[in-house]
């Protein structure tokens, strides 16, 4: 039996004008930065004139559907309104750069999408910025890394919400309900935030500076308020918390709640958690030896830039305690570039391909080589540790591993080679797409305030694409191209 009730399009404008008054609403939120600091009084403006916007739209649009009969979303649709959502939060956060006068359209934009992405790299200067814009970065990121979806649908009832957070990339359900999920969620960062906050503070940061740092740590968002990073401040226990808040920010929400149960043998027990402890076992080593050698740096100084580093890319963070990368040995340059890839944990903030996808991708290695080994009789069932239990792999489950690895690395080496194009050596124009694509916010210095535009909009992509996963965007705009034709997606 077909559902009665309003559908298509002006359903899913009708769900955009409800996300898009909450899009109004964080707008508007760094306007409380007056209450702490009246001189931020002149900046207020920058930001009301958007976020109302955004508001006064968003209600007329939601007007379309409010108090209807609705119908379900149809087949793809959710990935439509995903895009929707993400479009509409950057293009309106992207406004208050603009009204500055001092960014233009390409820079705000990259901006926005560095901040909801969780990315932290930046074309802005932190020392001439008020503080008004550098808490409006950290919370683009604060809801970037929740999940800007998560936050939203949680407005919107559970028979589509759940479907819509798990289109965005999420594909641990945590609990079967999605406001509980949400508060959930939200409930560990914001108990982080709190715990780094005041951390940070005690080791030395403004509180300011301690907020600040604390969303950009959890979110692995990475934008600072210092020119300088982390090492603005030369602090062993400040950079120790750092890493401990960015190592939360990157493990899989799942692994949270099972260490906090005190399933300890469950905990351990994950397929993720092993290649995260193999890395630091074999690589990070590798790195410090390498930066170490190469500086002349005493065995202290190389472990503690050296780890930090390791633990800032393969977080997807971006935090830096070098002053730059330039002049530091390959070994070292190419150790990063793989964190960055890989990058933390499904169901986490952080970027990259994900750890369960390489460490999936790495057993599949073996699994193969073990089928031409043995008998051809032999049938084997394979798994793979998730959560303390040992899942059985589908072939269904491989493909679509490998061809969202295959997609990633298809998508890096083009960027790589849009930037290389503008004369950048080969090893630069790598790391720095690789930082964009797995939203890290590392940068060799090619990003900046007079990066060429074409330049500006290759990263740009390469974040949106990052954050979303590729496909819900690639569906997105395959369903608008079939409906326009009037021919259904297969």
Request: aromatic residues 12%; charged residues 10%; positive net charge.
């Amino acid at each position: 039996m077909n559902e009665t009730g309003i559908k298509g399009y002006r359903l899913i404008f009708g769900y955009l004008g409800l996300f898009m008054m909450m899009i109004g609403l964080i707008v508007l939120l760094p306007v409380i930065m007056v209450i702490f600091d009246a001189g931020e009084a002149s900046e207020a403006g920058y930001f009301i004139i958007p976020g109302a916007l955004a508001i006064i739209i968003g209600y007329l649009l939601h007007n379309m559907i409010r108090g209807k009969t609705l119908a379900r979303l149809e087949r793809h649709q959710d990935a439509i309104l995903i895009v929707m959502i993400w479009v509409t939060a950057i293009l309106f956060a992207s406004v208050p750069f603009m009204l500055t006068g001092i960014y233009g359209f390409t820079q705000s934009v990259f901006e926005s999408t560095s901040g909801f992405s969780t990315t932290g790299l930046t074309v802005v200067d932190v020392t001439v910025t008020s503080k008004t814009f550098l808490l409006f970065r950290s919370i683009m990121q604060f809801f970037g890394g929740v999940g800007l979806v998560l936050v939203l649908t949680s407005a919107v009832s559970d028979r589509y919400g759940m479907r819509l957070y798990h289109a965005e990339g999420h594909y641990d359900k945590l609990l079967p309900n999605l406001l509980r999920a949400a508060r959930l969620i939200l409930s560990l960062y914001l108990g982080y935030i709190i715990l780094g906050t005041t951390l940070l503070s005690v080791f030395g940061m403004s509180v300011f500076d301690a907020f600040n740092h604390a969303i950009a740590s959890v979110s692995t968002g990475g934008f600072s308020t210092q020119v300088a990073s982390i090492g603005h401040y030369d602090s062993v226990a400040i950079e120790t918390v750092t890493m401990a808040l960015m190592i939360l920010g990157s493990t899989n929400l799942v692994l949270h709640l099972l260490l906090f149960k005190g399933k300890l043998r469950k905990f351990a027990h994950h397929a993720e958690l092993k290649l995260f402890l193999f890395f630091i076992l074999f690589l990070m080593p590798l790195m410090v030896l390498s930066f170490g050698q190469a500086t002349g740096s005493s065995f202290g100084t190389a472990l503690r830039h050296g780890l930090f580093q390791f633990m800032s890319a393969i977080t997807t963070t971006g935090f830096q305690t070098v002053a730059s990368f330039h002049g530091l040995p390959a070994f070292f340059i190419v150790g990063v570039i793989i964190c960055m890839i890989i990058g933390g944990g499904i169901g986490s903030t952080a970027g990259g391909i994900k750890q369960f996808r390489v460490a999936l991708s790495l057993k599949h290695i073996w699994w193969n080589i073990r089928n031409r080994l043995s008998n051809k009789k032999t049938l084997h069932t394979d798994f793979i540790a998730r959560y303390g239990k040992d899942i059985e792999v589908t072939q269904n489950d491989l493909l679509a591993n490998n061809a969202h690895i295959a997609l990633y690395i298809l998508t890096l080496i083009i960027g790589t080679t849009i930037v290389s194009a503008y004369g950048y050596p080969l090893t630069e124009a790598l790391f720095e797409f690789a930082s964009a694509l797995g939203t890290v916010g590392l940068s060799i210095g090619i990003v900046g305030f007079d990066t060429p535009p074409l330049m500006l909009w290759t990263f740009t992509f390469g974040m949106f694409l990052g954050r979303l996963e590729f496909f819900v965007v690639f569906i997105a705009i395959a369903k608008l191209i079939f409906d326009a034709r009037g021919k259904k997606v297969l």
